[in-house]
């Protein structure tokens, strides 16, 4: 089964996903902060990560995508950004701190499963 | 032999006494031509021939030297070649030896041939058994000259002749004296014939009138020319005092100066050859006037004492006129320049009036403005245009724009949009102000001036301060993408929720009902929000919103907001303390419910370790005016002595906020730390709370330390209604 981490300080917004992905087959686990979430993912070693680009706390999403893809143990992790509808620029920095790809928020579940099996293969 | 000794004896004394008798001839000739001749040289020569002819000496001769001994006048009588001879060397310009002896002393000299003295002297050969007499002529202390006489030695009256002689020598000596002096005399009356002379042909020919006055002031001469003056003659003028030809008021000037000269005089101080000048006005014969310029001096006599006095007058009744005339013109000059000035001075005050008008309004202008001519040069500046660019207009005035702003940047902006010439042209300009965070931010704005016939005549600026403004903006779209991000999770939730459960049929039937609550939930949140956005529209465009206000009792409205607010958070305790007794106040009861749910939802969000939040709540009485204390509040004193009112307050033991923060918390978006984006919200709470606070008549402020913790305080007024019982909740 692959892992998926999501990480978002939302708990609705967690807890959506969870119940989205684990209809498939994918084991959930959650991160609430990017500092958390480079934690965790060193720790755990997902497959995949779905990392929701405002946060606060000191390490953003951004932040933790540059931390994580810079890290040799956690590089190997793709990473799809959760970003706000209309922000071109989060995609453009997203996509320049080293994301794999990225997802709008608000989200279709149908939608973000499907991105995950593409993803993941 | 005594027999012819006698008669030697008597001869000689006949003889002697025959010499005498001829000596005194000569005498008594001598002293006839000294009384009448006058004639120098016929003088002269008469003596010289009475010498010879009446004494019979064998010749005779004067002669009269200038200074240096060279005979001027001479002359000589006597037959003979000696006399000649003698005559050659006078003419010669020589003396003869003799005569230069006799010259230097006073004695007579006697000399009987051959003697060394006329050693030399061609006349002394041929001339033998001779006696010369030499003597000096001198009078009064002046040397004429010499007398010679050579007479034969048997005539010679030894004893008694050199005396004699002697004394007819002083007496030619005092003949040429007189003669001199009468020479003199005739010379000086000719001398003052001839200039007296002249003197009438000038005082007879001139315009000027010359006239002398005696020491009474009445005219002892006055010129002919007179009468062209005041038609009065000489003669007539003699007649007249001065107080007849002088108007009073030149009559007085003449006896002042008159006075004044005489004072002069007596103190013998001044100069003895004074020349006064007056200016008087003289009364003709007929009684017109004409104006003189007189010049007078004082003469004096020969001892030196002032005598009489002169003058030339002089007309200047034309002068005068003159000087009237110009005089008058000079006046209506100075007249015609007079008005003209204050006319100038009329218009110049209308057109400061109207430039002070014009700065009375640039100086209200709140926006900065600046006018460039058409060579870009600054005309005009107002006050707020100084304060912005920190230059004084007084400085740059009339200089190039670009010369005189300091600040680079903003020249070149400046200078660009001059030279594209066109209207309307915009741009903004970062100040670089105090605080080096939040630079003032200005805009500027350009309008051409077209003067006459449209042409280009310059240009306007117009400085903005649009800091406030770019604040507002970026607030407001700070605003806009927190509200947006505070929407999309709840509908993130929303949307996600009902989609699952519309796609798959997997799920069980406890988690379908967690996901419906979700979604309801979500639903909630996401209205609160929509109000929040709907309560600041309203309130940004200044639209009030209605209150429904009726009799309330509040401390029940404040248990109950409490009490849900306690089932949202296990980490705050809610202490109330209330008073037993309930307070009917007149309240909108559900913007009151959001009053407090706003304090209370910013107490929680505010204090993240958790804590205590204490309610409680005072009456405030009717103090009146002047019962306050002093150190409170202003507002506070104010308010309290006008109404009877009630004050509830909300502490809690949070993060607290700086004093910067409490002076911001009612600003509309303003939200204390908007990086700390765990502590969410619209940033409208509080300006919401003041809105409705005060819509009640009522007012809130806030109180906090850094780090310890905030208290909110609001207080409205208490309607107590006659007659009615406590409200029922």
């Known amino acids: ?121 | 032999m005594k027999f012819r000794n006698e008669n030697t004896m008597l001869t000689e004394k006949t003889e002697g006494t025959r010499q005498l008798r001829s000596l005194l001839s000569t005498i008594r000739n001598i002293n006839k031509l000294i009384i009448r001749e006058r004639e120098t040289d016929r003088f002269l020569q008469g003596i010289c021939d009475n010498f010879v002819e009446s004494r019979e000496f064998s010749y005779a001769w004067i002669a009269l030297p200038d200074n240096s001994g060279a005979p001027v006048s001479f002359a000589v009588a006597g037959p003979g070649e000696e006399c000649l001879a003698i005559k050659e060397i006078l003419k010669s310009g020589e003396l003869p030896s003799c005569g230069k002896k006799a010259l230097a002393q006073s004695e007579i000299v006697v000399i009987e041939d051959p003697s060394p003295t006329c050693a030399g002297c061609p006349v002394a050969e041929k001339v033998v058994d001779n006696v010369a007499v030499i003597v000096r002529l001198e009078s009064h202390g002046n040397v004429f000259g010499v007398l010679a006489l050579s007479i034969p030695k048997d005539k010679f009256i030894e004893k008694e002749e050199p005396a004699l002689l002697k004394e007819i020598a002083d007496d030619i000596a005092f003949a040429l004296h007189a003669m001199e002096t009468e020479k003199k005399r005739k010379a000086a009356e000719e001398s003052l014939r001839q200039s007296k002379e002249k003197y009438r042909l000038l005082a007879e020919n001139t315009s000027d009138v010359i006239w002398v006055t005696d020491m009474d002031l009445r005219f002892t001469y006055i010129s002919p020319s007179v009468e062209s003056h005041i038609d009065y003659t000489p003669e007539e003028m003699m007649s007249l005092t001065i107080d007849r030809i002088l108007t009073p008021g030149s009559l007085e000037v003449a006896y002042r100066a008159f006075e004044e000269e005489k004072d002069i005089e007596a103190s013998g101080l001044q100069y003895p050859f004074r020349t006064r000048l007056l200016e008087l006005e003289l009364i003709r014969k007929d009684g017109s006037t004409a104006w003189t310029e007189v010049k007078m001096s004082p003469v004096r006599d020969p001892e030196g004492r002032w005598s009489s006095i002169q003058g030339v007058a002089r007309d200047i009744t034309e002068r005068k006129q003159a000087e009237k005339r110009i005089k008058k013109h000079s006046e209506k000059l100075e007249r015609m320049v007079k008005e003209r000035t204050s006319e100038i001075r009329r218009s110049l005050y209308d057109t400061e009036e109207a430039r002070d008008r014009m700065d009375g309004i640039l100086k209200s202008v709140a926006d900065g403005l600046i006018v460039t001519d058409i060579y870009n040069r600054i005309i005009l500046m107002n006050r707020a245009a100084e304060d912005l660019l920190g230059v004084r207009f007084s400085e740059v005035i009339d200089r190039p724009i670009e010369v005189a702003l300091h600040d680079e940047t903003l020249r070149e902006l400046l200078k660009t949009t001059l030279e594209r010439r066109g209207t309307g042209h915009q741009f903004d300009y970062e100040l670089q102000g105090e605080d080096p965070e939040h630079p003032g931010i200005l805009r500027a704005r350009t309008s051409i001036i077209e003067g006459k016939d449209s042409k280009y005549s310059g240009v306007i600026i117009i400085l903005s301060d649009v800091t406030l403004e770019r604040e507002l903006d970026r607030m407001k779209s700070e605003f806009i993408s927190m509200a947006a991000h505070e929407l999309r999770n709840p509908l993130t939730s929303i949307m996600g929720y009902s989609e699952l459960l519309m796609i798959r049929d997997d799920i069980k039937e406890e988690e379908r009902k967690k996901y419906i609550s979700n979604i309801n939930k979500q639903s909630v949140i996401l209205a609160e929000i929509i109000n929040d956005l709907l309560d600041v529209s309203r309130i940004e465009s200044g639209k009030g919103f209605t209150l429904n206000k009726v009799p309330s009792d509040m401390f029940h409205i404040i248990r109950e907001v409490t009490s849900s607010f306690q089932l949202q958070t296990d980490k705050h305790t809610f202490d109330i303390i209330l008073p037993e007794e309930p307070v009917e106040v007149m309240l909108d009861r559900e913007k009151m419910e959001q009053v407090l749910g706003n304090i209370l939802s910013n107490a929680v969000k505010y204090s993240p370790e958790g804590g205590a939040i204490r309610l409680s709540a005072k009456k405030l009485l009717d103090f009146g005016i002047g019962d306050s204390e002093p150190e409170e509040d202003e507002k506070e004193s104010a308010f309290r002595a006008l109404h009877s009112a009630l004050e509830i307050s909300i502490a809690d033991q949070g993060i607290g906020m700086t004093p910067d923060q409490v002076q911001k918390i009612f600003d509309k978006f303003y939200r204390a730390d908007t990086s700390n984006t765990t502590i969410s919200g619209t940033g409208l709470g509080m300006s919401i709370v003041k809105q409705l606070i005060e819509a009640h008549d009522g007012k809130v402020w806030v109180e906090s330390k850094l780090g310890k913790g905030t208290t909110v305080r609001f207080a409205i007024p208490v309607r107590v209604q006659q007659g009615r019982g406590p409200v029922q909740s």
């Open chain 1, 1 to 121: 089964m692959k892992k998926i981490l999501i990480v978002d300080d939302d708990s609705a917004v967690r807890r959506l996903v969870e119940a989205t992905l684990s209809l498939e087959d994918y084991q959930i686990i959650q991160a609430e902060s990017g500092k958390e979430a480079t934690t965790v993912a060193k720790a755990e070693k997902p497959d995949l990560i779905i990392m929701d680009v405002m946060m606060p706390g000191g390490i953003d999403g951004l932040e933790a995508t540059r931390i994580l893809k810079n890290d040799p143990e956690t590089r190997g992790c793709t990473i799809i950004m959760l970003t706000a509808k209309g922000m071109a620029d989060d995609r453009k920095m997203g996509f320049a701190a080293g994301a794999d790809d990225y997802f709008v928020k608000p989200f279709s579940p149908l939608g973000l499963i499907n991105k995950v099996e593409d993803v993941l293969g």
